[in-house]
């Protein structure tokens, strides 16, 4: 079993910013999510590992114009799969355009992200593939 637990930043890049708390559990091969806040609750999001709750918490949040300021919800963050199930997708890779990536790019999803960073899921997959069409010009 692995828990986790912690206190993050949820804003809508204008003029709400709030502070939530977050609690997941990994147990017998299923991870649910909860956050709790003054504004919203999502409880017991279900998903395969941590990171697929918390794209799940994403899609929610993005729903209503929200962001979650964490490493996972960087543009230029994703997983690999070794990666992912390795740490049960507590760990992705920081990607830099030009750049092939390393043990050291690995960052914890869960960790603080600077607001200029954060950006849609959507987004993420355009960097991504902005990255690796890039790589490719590169070789």
Request: net charge negative; proline share 3%; aromatic share 10%.
């Amino acid at each position: 079993m692995i828990e986790i637990a912690h206190d993050v930043t949820i804003t809508d890049k204008a003029d709400v910013t709030f502070n939530a708390y977050i609690f997941a559990a990994y147990h017998n091969n299923s991870t649910t999510l909860s956050m709790i806040s003054s504004r919203i609750n999502f409880m017991d999001i279900p998903g395969t590992d941590f990171l697929d709750c918390l794209t799940t918490l994403r899609e929610e949040l993005e729903e209503q114009g929200l962001f979650i300021l964490c490493q996972g919800a960087a543009k230029n963050v994703r997983p690999s799969g070794m990666s992912r199930s390795m740490s049960n997708g507590l760990s992705a890779y920081r990607f830099e355009m030009g750049k092939k990536t390393s043990m050291e790019d690995l960052v914890y999803i869960f960790d603080p992200a600077p607001i200029e960073i954060v950006g849609t899921i959507a987004e993420q997959e355009d960097f991504f593939m902005q990255w690796l069409n890039n790589l490719r010009k590169l070789s």
